[in-house]
Each structure stands twice: as structure tokens, then as C-alpha cells.
């Protein structure tokens, strides 16, 4: 069975929860490593056709981590064209033409 609900009734938290993450220095400090380490663990899985770090809504993702925008983080993900780029210059060293 369905519940059904007023939803004007309902609270917005979300900006509550961005607040409280803003002004908190642990819970930034973790949600920020969460952040990173849910974009590093997308950036590793092997079917990058589907999962392309690229391509992700980081904002989206952010919002998720209860960020009103994208922290910076340090990554080590790498372009796709840097990879297009190294893969053509592999070849062409093992004389291969692309």
C-alpha cells in the first residue's frame, strides 16, 4: 500500500544538512573524503564506457554529499584525450599506424 502525504507539509533539509556541513569542521572534512573517494572508486571501475568520471554531474554528486556545490578535492584521474594521446604515441613507436 502507497503512503500518500501533503507534500507542502514536508521540511526542506537539505539546506539545513548543507549548512550544518558547511559550519561543522569533521563532518566537511568527511564528507569531502567521502566525496573523493566516491569519484576515485566511479574513475577505477573497469567499464568506463559506462562509468566515464567525464561525464558525471558532479554537482549532482556533490549535492548528494550535502554540498550546495563541488569541493575540491585532489584526484589523480586522468583525461580521456591524454589517454587517446598516449595510446596513438604508444603505437606509432612500435610502428604501428593508428
Known amino acids: 500500500k502507497e503512503l500518500e502525504f501533503n507534500e507542502k507539509k514536508l521540511l526542506n533539509v537539505r ?5 550544518y ?4 569542521y569533521s563532518m566537511n572534512k568527511l564528507a ?3 566525496y573523493r573517494a566516491y569519484i576515485a572508486a566511479y574513475n577505477s571501475h573497469s567499464l568506463k564506457d559506462i562509468f566515464n568520471v567525464h561525464r558525471l554531474d558532479l554537482q549532482a ?3 548528494s554529499f550535502c554540498f550546495s ?3 575540491r578535492v585532489s584526484l589523480n584521474i586522468e583525461s580521456g584525450a591524454g ?3 598516449k595510446a596513438k604515441n604508444q ?3 612500435n610502428g604501428f599506424s593508428p
Open 15 to 19: 539546506s539545513a544538512l548543507e549548512k
Open 91 to 93: 603505437q606509432s613507436r
Open 21 to 24: 556541513v558547511a559550519n561543522d
Open 69 to 71: 556545490s563541488p569541493p
Open 83 to 85: 589517454k587517446v594521446r
Open 61 to 63: 554528486v556533490a549535492a
Open 32 to 34: 569531502k573524503e567521502a
